[in-house]
């Protein structure tokens, strides 16, 4: 729904809610009815073109909601990462980032498993990495490689600046044979 649809949405469901108070007092008793009595003799006896005016609206509004609900829904573009060529408009998903950013992590040596976030922000597109590792490799060089890998595939396949690449590292995985000799003991 665009803003201007918005703004007139709103109004219409304000100028709803007073007309619902009004008639829930008119016909509960709150509101007197000789206080309505002139409004509805004026409107009744069309000397009051402004009514008219304002019944027309609220039915031009009116059937520009109801039309629209029938109208068929376009697909929602994913979220992604839109650039200019020269031949039109590209968008590359995050979804898309996201995948070439876990298959070149996943070829660094030492990543077990891991989880990947990419944000597009004005300030630059960021990726984050959370990995598990096994615990034989460095930690300082297997998260620089992590980052230096990761950037080069996504900037070279996608074409997509790369702004930050940052790795959480959030469990080092036991090794086998460690695993293995502790339950034998």
């Given at each position: 729904?665009?803003l201007?649809?918005?703004f007139?949405?709103?109004?219409y469901?304000?100028?709803?809610i007073?007309?619902s108070?009004?008639a829930?007092g008119?016909t509960?008793?709150?509101?007197?009815?000789?206080y309505?009595?002139?409004?509805a003799?004026?409107m009744?006896?069309g000397?009051h073109?402004?009514?008219?005016?304002?019944?027309?609206?609220?039915?031009?509004v009116?059937?520009?909601?109801f039309f629209?609900?029938?109208?068929?829904?376009?697909?929602k573009?994913?979220r992604?990462?839109?650039q200019?060529s020269?031949?039109?408009?590209?968008?590359?998903?995050?979804?898309?980032?996201?995948t070439?950013a876990?298959?070149?992590?996943?070829?660094?040596?030492?990543?077990?498993?891991?989880?990947?976030?990419v944000?597009?922000?004005?300030?630059?597109n960021?990726?984050?990495l959370?990995?598990?590792v096994?615990?034989?490799?460095p930690?300082?060089?297997?998260?620089?490689?992590?980052?230096?890998?990761?950037k080069?595939?996504?900037?070279?396949?996608?074409?997509?600046?790369i702004?930050?690449?940052?790795v959480?590292?959030?469990e080092?995985a036991?090794?086998e044979?460690?695993a293995?000799?502790?339950r034998?003991?």
């Amino acid at each position: 729904m665009n803003l201007f649809d918005r703004f007139i949405l709103t109004l219409y469901s304000f100028a709803l809610i007073v007309l619902s108070c009004v008639a829930i007092g008119a016909t509960s008793g709150l509101i007197p009815a000789d206080y309505l009595r002139p409004y509805a003799e004026q409107m009744l006896t069309g000397s009051h073109p402004a009514y008219l005016i304002v019944a027309i609206i609220f039915l031009i509004v009116s059937l520009r909601f109801f039309f629209s609900s029938f109208r068929s829904r376009q697909p929602k573009r994913e979220r992604g990462i839109r650039q200019r060529s020269d031949l039109g408009e590209v968008n590359i998903t995050l979804q898309t980032i996201q995948t070439i950013a876990e298959r070149a992590a996943r070829r660094v040596k030492g990543v077990r498993d891991l989880k990947t976030v990419v944000r597009a922000h004005e300030s630059g597109n960021m990726i984050t990495l959370r990995v598990s590792v096994d615990g034989e490799t460095p930690l300082p060089e297997l998260t620089q490689q992590l980052q230096a890998v990761v950037k080069e595939q996504v900037e070279g396949i996608a074409g997509v600046m790369i702004s930050e690449v940052a790795v959480v590292v959030t469990e080092v995985a036991q090794s086998e044979i460690y695993a293995a000799r502790r339950r034998v003991e």
